[in-house]
């Protein structure tokens, strides 16, 4: 290797390896400061838009059976470096898998050729900073897949929930993909939910493009909500505050009917609430809670409504009519 060669090869190693870091589940902000500051310099950016370009590349070529023997290859005990080859003992696409195995081994080209999934527990909510500069909030028990290159940003929410505020890059889409609907950020925070078949997104900030399964489009302006069925998309005015307030750790209730009001609050929950009172569950309820704590809705639900909590088996808790003293 010559003089002239040794700043781009250690900046394509490094690349690798700041898109590894990246993509590992946990990211501490210190980490996300220090890849800025390293991505400061031309000849650093540089190495890691080829970075970004092979991994796209790459992912285009995911069922080839040649790629599909490699990472098969990979997986078995003692694959190292002499395992980048086909089964037919040619190299595997040439300069794009010596980049990134020259740069940090088969790790990190394992790495690359697998989108970083970001996921949370029942009761948990998380926080993930991407690379370029957005951030994604994570509700309770949910799952996203992140998908960074060159030309384009994409989100696959696989399940759950997730609040986006997208930072502006003209020249590469921040698409959010839920089952057949796609949601294309326009410079936005907004809220994405997969319920079953259905979708519902919300606008809080900017613009949105919603395509259905249909193949209908749905602009969303701020405090504006769709939901996508599998017969396309309706939209509605919302409260964005209240859709929105699980993201400050509390579900905000105005006027909703007391059984969905009790499902929102087991989405949070492992020891479940089940309402066993017909005559209440479509009565209206209104009230702030902190985001799984079961005690507080347990105790507001049965003063308002006249409600008993019986202890379950194995920790859920059932709300019943109360009794009254001539019953």
Do not use: C
Request: charged residues 20%; proline residues 6%; aromatic residues 6%.
């Amino acid at each position: 290797m010559s003089a002239s060669q040794k700043p781009a090869a250690t900046a394509d190693r490094e690349a690798a390896e700041w898109f590894a870091r990246l993509g590992s589940t946990s990211v501490p902000t210190e980490t996300i400061h220090a890849f800025f500051a390293w991505r400061a310099a031309p000849e650093n950016a540089a190495a890691y838009k080829r970075i970004e370009g092979h991994w796209e590349r790459m992912g285009r070529l995911r069922g080839d059976p040649e790629i599909e023997a490699l990472t098969a290859a990979i997986g078995k005990p003692g694959a190292g470096r002499a395992s980048a080859r086909t089964p037919f003992g040619r190299p595997v696409f040439g300069a794009v898998l010596a980049v990134l195995v020259a740069g940090a081994g088969i790790g990190v080209w394992w790495a690359l050729t697998r989108p970083p999934v970001y996921a949370t527990a029942v009761g948990e909510q998380r926080t993930v900073q991407l690379a370029d500069g957005s951030v994604i909030r994570l509700d309770t028990d949910s799952r996203i897949r992140v998908r960074l290159s060159d030309g384009a940003r994409r989100i696959d929410l696989l399940q759950g929930q997730a609040l986006f505020e997208v930072a502006h890059d003209a020249a590469r889409p921040f698409v959010v993909s839920a089952d057949a609907t796609t949601v294309t950020a326009l410079g936005t925070v907004f809220d994405v939910r997969r319920a079953g078949p259905d979708v519902r997104v919300v606008l809080v900030q900017g613009r949105v493009r919603v395509d259905d399964p249909r193949g209908g489009q749905t602009v969303l302006a701020p405090s504006q909500a769709a939901t996508v069925t599998p017969r396309g998309a309706q939209a509605r005015r919302v409260d964005a505050a209240v859709a929105t307030s699980w993201a400050e750790g509390r579900l905000v209730f105005s006027g909703a009917p007391l059984g969905e009001a009790v499902a929102e609050v087991n989405r949070y929950l492992t020891d479940k609430v089940i309402l066993d009172a017909p005559g209440v569950a479509g009565t209206p309820i209104s009230g702030a809670f902190r985001v799984g704590d079961r005690g507080a809705f347990v105790s507001a639900a049965s003063e308002v409504f006249a409600l008993e909590a019986q202890p379950q088996p194995r920790g859920a808790v059932k709300l019943v009519p109360r009794r009254t003293k001539n019953s």
